[in-house]
């Protein structure tokens, strides 16, 4: 090999090496936005974050909402999810703070009163022996609401509330929250029915998501929009898996629903017959004096 083909080699080779060399740096470059782009992909990060919340079963909440007539609301305590459930302090909407107890379709309200020596008052959402169908704006039903979404997209790292997040944010159609999870199937079927018939009413909902470095939903900001008008609402979730159990109050302090209706309707019917009574009263009265030529009670 003469001088020049050794020359010319060597350049190639060189040229070569600077090659590998650049594309190996291009490589790691892309390689890591590439991988930090999949570690924040929005389907992938909602399904992780998803799972890891259903395992915690509870979480502290803080709820604030703007109702569709404009009124604000709010309501802090604890969530839980599959059954649905919470125990959480109401207020706003006109009407005084009120302390609220769910479990699945079991909902105790306690009273400000004591009613029949009760202070809790036990409502049944079920209908005919049929589930009710509801949103509980729990951390684990928001993120369902967001399973296997292509439109979610990663907005980028950010605190929330002194908490380091990943921001996703995304806007939705019926169609599309109806299609909820059809891609991960990380749902039980059960729930994702439950999901589907508890959304058909939304036409658009809109939903920025924190999820904290720990894998779970630190606060989530949703409007949600139906034939009624639009409600929007902030979610922020702390303490998952620490927050303690629903439980429902004392037996010995609760009044079902139906008693209670039970005792109004029998005050109402009382209440009838003794207005029947003193109108039959009157009348007798009213005769009486007729009869002594003295005028009426009544003319």
């Not at 709010?74 to 479990?103: A, C, F, N």
């Not at 079920?126 to 993120?143: I, M």
């Not at 019926?174 to 039980?188: R, V």
């Not at 702390?238 to 209670?260: C, E, I, K, M, N």
Request: hydrophobic share 35%; with cysteine.
């Amino acid at each position: 090999m003469n001088s020049a083909v050794r020359t010319r080699a060597g350049v190639t080779m060189a040229g070569a090496a600077l090659l590998v060399g650049g594309l190996t740096a291009c490589g790691g470059a892309d390689g890591g936005k590439g991988a930090d782009a999949k570690a924040h992909d929005p389907v992938e990060a909602v399904k992780a974050s998803y799972l890891k919340t259903v395992a915690a079963k509870f979480a502290k909440a803080e709820l604030s909402t703007v109702e569709k007539d404009g009124k604000a609301s709010s309501q802090s305590g604890t969530k839980g999810w599959y059954p649905s459930g919470h125990d959480v302090v109401l207020k706003g909407g006109g009407e005084p703070d009120s302390r609220s107890i769910m479990m699945g379709d079991t909902v105790y309200t306690q009273l400000d009163k004591p009613l029949k020596g009760k202070t809790w008052m036990q409502m049944d959402l079920s209908k005919d022996g049929k589930p009710g169908v509801r949103l509980n704006e729990d951390p684990a039903e928001y993120l369902a609401m967001l399973l296997g979404q292509q439109k979610l997209t990663h907005v980028g790292a950010e605190k929330s509330d002194g908490v380091d997040a990943q921001h996703y944010k995304g806007s939705f159609t019926n169609a599309d929250l109806l299609q909820a999870d059809e891609s991960t199937k990380a749902m039980e079927e059960k729930n994702r029915q439950y999901l589907r018939e508890s959304v058909k009413h939304i036409t658009a909902f809109e939903v920025d998501l924190w999820i904290g470095a720990d894998g779970y939903p630190v606060r989530v900001d949703s409007s949600s929009t139906d034939d009624k008008g639009t409600s929007k609402t902030t979610a922020k979730f702390s303490d998952f898996g620490r927050a303690p159990a629903v439980q429902p109050p004392p037996a010995d302090q609760v009044v079902t629903f139906d008693a209670v209706m039970k005792g109004v309707d029998a005050d109402l019917e009382q209440v009838d017959k003794d207005l029947a009574q003193a109108d039959k009263d009157l009348e007798e009265a009213d005769k009486t004096l007729r009869d002594a030529g003295l005028p009426g009670l009544r003319r």
